[in-house]
């Protein structure tokens, strides 16, 4: 167990007026960046987790473990404890493979109407639902919360299984249920081991065989954190709440983690035309081997858009800020060298 960091607020059991949440997701890079900013604000945390889960985070901090699953609709009414603050429902299936659309679907959409039953049965006071920015489909150049929302037509699963999710949300809104959502663009920081982490490890041990040619919004993990827990009290019921951060090209970052590192890297992006092949490719591989492939046909084409979302609404309506993005890198190397992960 840990208490408060320094400088911080008191934790949970220290405040018996301490507010109540609930998390999905809890095990993973933005839930436990989130339950560590919820306690240092001194609220009583339940983390909902999977029999398999790797517990050893939660284990250190001062949270309630309940076992459950969002796809197993009874379990989760099981562990969510009544009249809770919030719901902060961060689990989500990340997969950009094909042959994951059904599994991916079940946990995204079906999940998320999962969480919402919940919620409403146990009177939870408001549902902070993390979204993504994906919702807004293969779109280019710089989005608000306007623009039309493309993943419902989109041929990424991933993508129209975030949008069927918002759905669900919109739907439990009009049931009664106080609900904001979300949408991260491309979160960088610390506790991150299989998002844009592995691009600073396959840099760090030389086997990055090239950079996507395309630009996304940069966002800190901590700030997207703090965001949702403005969101409980400030995020407008039924609303969209983009959270960017920095606009730079893949490349730029690539280089800039090469400097960090003091490793050689690219100097030129991979022609959209050459990485759609080396994914095809390995999409026949993963076909026979049942293998995930790391660079799918889905990846690639998020890896060459360009694509910023506007963090406007979410800075003046959730105090929502933008961090340098040479910071957030050097947050997740210094992480992954903490824990072995890379070469200090």
Request: aromatic share 4%.
């Amino acid at each position: 167990m840990t208490a408060a960091k320094p400088g911080g607020k008191p934790p949970a059991s220290a405040n018996p007026k301490s507010r109540t949440a609930f998390v999905t997701g809890g095990t993973g890079f933005l839930g436990v960046n989130l339950i560590d900013r919820l306690l240092d604000d001194g609220w009583t945390v339940t983390a909902l987790h999977r029999t398999n889960s790797k517990l050893d985070e939660l284990k250190s901090r001062k949270v309630t473990l309940a076992e459950g699953d969002i796809i197993d609709a009874a379990s989760l009414t099981r562990a969510m404890p009544r009249d809770l603050d919030a719901v902060f429902h961060v689990a989500a299936s990340i997969s950009l493979w094909s042959r994951k659309n059904a599994e991916q679907e079940e946990i995204n959409v079906g999940g998320t109407r999962n969480v919402i039953e919940a919620a409403l049965a146990a009177g939870a006071a408001k549902l902070v639902h993390t979204s993504s920015i994906s919702v807004y489909g293969l779109q280019k150049g710089k989005i608000d919360e306007s623009a039309e929302q493309l993943g419902r037509v989109s041929w990424l699963g991933y993508q129209r299984s975030k949008y069927l999710a918002e759905e669900e949300v919109r739907t439990g809104v009009g049931r009664g249920l106080p609900a904001t959502i979300l949408n991260p663009c491309n979160i960088i920081g610390a506790y991150d081991q299989s998002g844009w982490a592995r691009l600073i490890r396959m840099i760090a041990d030389g086997s990055l065989p090239g950079v996507p040619p395309g630009s996304n919004s940069f966002a800190q993990v901590g700030e997207v954190a703090k965001a949702h827990i403005a969101a409980v009290d400030k995020g407008k019921v039924g609303e969209n709440y983009l959270l960017g951060g920095v606009d730079d090209s893949i490349l730029n970052m690539v280089q800039m983690i090469g400097r960090l590192l003091d490793r050689e890297v690219p100097s030129k992006p991979i022609a959209p035309w050459k990485l759609q092949a080396v994914s095809r490719l390995a999409a026949a591989v993963a076909a026979v081997t049942g293998k995930e492939p790391r660079v799918s046909p889905e990846s690639a084409a998020l890896a060459s858009r360009q694509l910023f979302g506007d963090s406007s609404k979410a800075e003046r309506e959730l105090g929502y800020r933008a961090v340098p993005l040479e910071e957030m890198l050097r947050e997740s190397i210094d992480w992954l060298r903490r824990r072995g992960l890379i070469a200090a």
